[in-house]
């Protein structure tokens, strides 16, 4: 296991009134988290690692900005054609006993990056991905999930495609803080785009997403430039910290040290879940995360 370090965290602004009730009432038995899984988009470019970050409306427990992700669905647990490694080989890598869990996952992960993104991790066989699913015609069928009228499953089984689970890599296990009152248990997964696909927001829901620097956005987090550009009420004049939850802050310091795609998706990762507790520091609530010392032998920055 990597060494971990204690790391302090800026309470974002939609979690400070949970957090009141929370000290003021006692401690509590926590609301029960739901599922979900999340995807970290990436790709290389001349000033290192890129990331997809979208806007998320409302009050999410991924974060105002996160990686594509969202809920686990009912029909996640539904047949679908499967290539690359098994289900069993996903709960290993996640660290659970729980197959159909891991199944349920990874399925979701697909799923969610589809409807969010247009990126999809699939083929009609294992070593072929479909092309151009930024058309019309996929557009149609990205709402047509969104909105729960058509399974992910059947799109895919109409179009004789098969999930390519070999394009996902595991990354880490985050929880919601206990006293949140909207709580997610959240896969992370890693994924680069597929050839001649490109990422574009959903018609009916997109806001804003679009690639991010990870060393461009880390060295910018005290500033407000990031919320700035994505100019909603809940983003203008708020610091990377606010925006993001923990888990995705420190993803982002992971790939902005990281030398590249190859070398941030072959980095050996143990399954580990990591959860936000509430702190006071000097009489300011924040959080606070064991969290593995980004680059090992580098002095870890207190927040």
Sequence with gaps: M????????????????????????????PRAARLASSVVLLRDSPTGLETWLGY??????????????GSLDASDDDPVGWLGPSP??????MGTDDVGLARRHVVGAIRELFEETGVLLAGPDATTTVESTYVQEWMRAREAVSNQEKSFTEVL?????????????????????????????????AATVPMNQEPTLLESKGVWGRWVSASKVIAERDTTALGDEVGQENTVGLTLGQLLVPGSEIMLEK????????????????????????????????????AAKTVAGEPQRER
């Design 2 to 29: 990597p060494q971990l370090a204690r790391r302090l965290f800026v309470l974002p602004p939609d979690l400070e009134g949970a957090a009141q009730s929370w000290l003021e009432h006692g401690e509590r038995t």
């Design 56 to 69: 998320r409306p409302g009050s999410s427990p991924l974060g105002v900005l996160a990686f594509p992700g």
């Design 88 to 93: 069993q080989y996903w709960a290993e890598q």
């Design 157 to 189: 089984a109409k179009r004789g495609l098969s999930l390519r689970t070999d394009l996902l890599k595991s990354l880490v296990n985050w929880r919601s803080p206990d006293f949140a009152h909207f709580r997610f248990d959240t896969r992370y997964f």
């Design 255 to 290: 790939m902005a040290a990281a030398n590249g795609c190859v070398a941030y998706l072959s980095y050996k990762r143990k399954a580990h879940v990591y959860q936000p507790k509430l702190v006071q520091e000097d009489g300011k609530l924040m959080l606070e995360v064991e």
